[in-house]
Structure formats: structure tokens, C-alpha cells
């Protein structure tokens, strides 16, 4: 189910992000697996928070309709 599954992968990667809070290591990295939705600039600004340089990835191996994104947090704050 689309949006079920897209409202899932930004509740995961926010979960995964508030672990990250409180386990990685200064100037640590981050990567979570997203399906992208209008969520996007919700999980983006969080990573910004936390994060000097925040990028997004989408691999040439992936499907071109998939909707799945890499977002990677480098140089944890």
C-alpha cells in the first residue's frame, strides 16, 4: 500500500534518527533508506539539525519509477 508504506519509511528513518541521537559518535554519519513523499522537507530539516552536510542518493540501480531515496546525514553535529 503506497502511502502506508511511505508514511512508514519517514516513522522508521525518524526513529533510526533519534537512535542516532543518542549513540553516534561525534562527527559520526547517518544513512536511512526513504520512500520519497511530501514528507521529504520534514526528514531533510531534521537532518540538517543534526548533521553539517546532509545528502540525497538515489542509486542507478534502483528502478526509475521507485520512489526509494538514501538520505545521508555526514559529520554529526
Known sequence: ???A????SLDL???ALEVADNFLAPRGHFV????????YKTLLTELKKRF????ALKPDTTRK???EI???GLGKK
Open 5 to 8: 508504506d511511505q508514511a512508514r
Open 1 to 3: 500500500i503506497k502511502f
Open 70 to 72: 538514501f538520505l545521508i
Open 52 to 55: 553539517n552536510q546532509v545528502e
Open 65 to 67: 519509477i521507485s520512489k
Open 32 to 39: 536511512c533508506k526513504f520512500f520519497h513523499s511530501d514528507d
Open 13 to 15: 528513518c525518524l526513529k
